[in-house]
């Protein structure tokens, strides 16, 4: 009789490799794949040099060349703004579509067809956590209404145009509570935003090593396509950590004007002064040897007015003083900004006796031995409303979170 067949058997007769499976991969990519990659190369030259490509190399000079190529290309342009996260292509319009022009769009892939596979619907991949976290993000941005988003746009667009005549920067954003502040502008997927206030409160827990204290609480952000979100702080600074930068301040040397709310002045703001800081010229002994010795003052008049007669007047030490930066406010008492830093910094406060030529005793309060950027700082805080937060620590010559 002949013998039945197994499965077995049929494998193991198999002289041919008929039945071997082999799979198949596909590592081919789209025009739209190319180009991203392509503008990709250019972020990581930036995120390794900070600074755009020039012609000092010829692979930095085709790097520039790509870039002057996409900033021409307006289609080019709307594929890679997403992915634009050191806004090298500054503010894109995107068109408004109707439904009727989705639908009549639908030329290159034609998934709206009726008579095309249905496999497009069949589940194929589990998304992972950090997608749906990004997911839940984008899920939360509501719509601004168009004559509410007016002021924001108009503020969107001054702070491209002072990063473009370099008065801001784009740097790296490392960690959330020294970089994260309410009034501050940030990149997020190429996105620009603006932290317009948040409700912070600080929480602290114990641990072997000792309490830690952190802050949190919710935001309300505004983004330039004219959404907003109320994320929460952490939630937000995550975020902007893993897909953002941090947009500096402006940085005019002179003097830099300090808006409240939008950041705009209008003809309704009111000037109500300037806070300065001044170095002294002052030969005396004891004053020569001190470091980071600034005097912070408010005046209510131009600070060159105000200073021009210093060597005779004792709040200067009786000697000319060097005027290094000045910030003009609106709507703010400026005269009260002046004494929260004088209390900000009080243990930082100079005290020792001094003398004149006259035998006059002086004793100066409003000069203060501290490095100048931390007092730039203090102001900024001061104006995000976060110095609450923070006190200074005289040993380490900085600002840290209190405890």
């Known amino acids: 009789m002949k013998k039945k067949l197994t499965i077995d058997d049929?494998?193991?007769?198999?002289?041919?490799?008929?039945?071997?499976?082999?799979?198949?991969?596909?590592?081919?990519?789209?025009?739209?794949?190319r180009l991203i990659d392509s503008f990709e190369e250019i972020n990581v030259f930036i995120d390794k040099n900070e600074r755009e490509p020039n012609k000092s190399t010829m692979s930095e000079y085709g790097l520039m060349a790509k870039l002057k190529n996409f900033r021409e290309n307006e289609a080019q342009k709307k594929i890679l703004k997403p992915y634009d996260r050191h806004n090298l292509l500054g503010h894109i319009e995107i068109e408004k579509q109707s439904i009727d022009d989705i639908l009549n769009d639908d030329d290159e892939f034609g998934l709206l067809d009726s008579d095309k596979d249905l496999d497009i619907f069949k589940f194929k991949h589990t998304p992972k956590p950090e997608d749906r976290v990004e997911a839940d993000f984008v899920a939360q941005r509501k719509p601004i209404k168009e004559k509410e988003f007016e002021k924001y746009e108009k503020l969107f667009l001054q702070v491209h145009k002072e990063i473009k005549e370099g008065k801001r920067k784009i740097k790296p954003f490392k960690n959330i509570e020294k970089n994260l502040h309410v009034g501050d502008f940030y990149l997020m997927n190429g996105i620009m935003l603006y932290l317009?206030?948040?409700?912070?409160?600080?929480?602290?827990?114990?641990?072997?090593s000792g309490n830690r204290v952190r802050i949190e609480g919710r935001t309300?952000?505004?983004?330039?396509?004219g959404t907003y979100s109320n994320m929460l702080y952490r939630s937000l600074g995550?975020?902007?950590q893993k897909d953002g930068k941090l947009i500096t301040n402006t940085s005019d040397k002179i003097e830099q004007e300090l808006f409240l709310n939008s950041g705009l002045v209008v003809e309704e703001d009111v000037?109500?002064?300037?806070?300065?800081?001044?170095?002294?010229?002052?030969?005396?002994?004891?004053?020569?040897?001190i470091k980071d010795l600034y005097k912070i003052g408010f005046s209510s008049i131009s600070v060159l007015e105000r200073i021009k007669n210093a060597k005779n007047e004792a709040t200067y030490?009786?000697?000319d003083v060097k005027n290094l930066k000045a910030w003009k406010v609106y709507n703010r008492n400026a005269d009260k900004l002046e004494n929260l830093l004088h209390r900000f910094f009080a243990n930082a406060c100079l005290d020792i006796d001094l003398f004149n030529e006259r035998g006059q005793r002086?004793?100066?309060?409003?000069?203060?031995?501290?490095?100048?950027?931390?007092?730039?700082?203090?102001?900024?805080?001061?104006?995000?409303?976060?110095?609450?937060?923070?006190?200074?620590?005289?040993e380490l010559k900085r600002i840290k979170l209190k405890k």
């Open 271 to 289: 000037p109500s002064g300037w806070i300065y800081t001044l170095q002294t010229k002052s030969t005396h002994p004891e004053l020569i040897s």
């Open 220 to 225: 309300r952000t505004v983004f330039e396509n």
């Open 362 to 394: 002086l004793n100066p309060r409003e000069w203060f031995v501290v490095p100048f950027e931390v007092i730039e700082e203090a102001i900024q805080l001061i104006l995000n409303e976060n110095i609450v937060n923070y006190e200074y620590d005289t």
């Open 317 to 319: 030490l009786f000697s």
């Open 196 to 208: 317009e206030s948040a409700n912070l409160k600080q929480t602290e827990w114990e641990q072997k």
């Open 238 to 240: 995550k975020q902007i």
């Open 10 to 33: 049929i494998f193991n007769d198999d002289d041919f490799g008929l039945l071997d499976s082999k799979v198949k991969t596909s590592t081919v990519k789209t025009d739209e794949d």
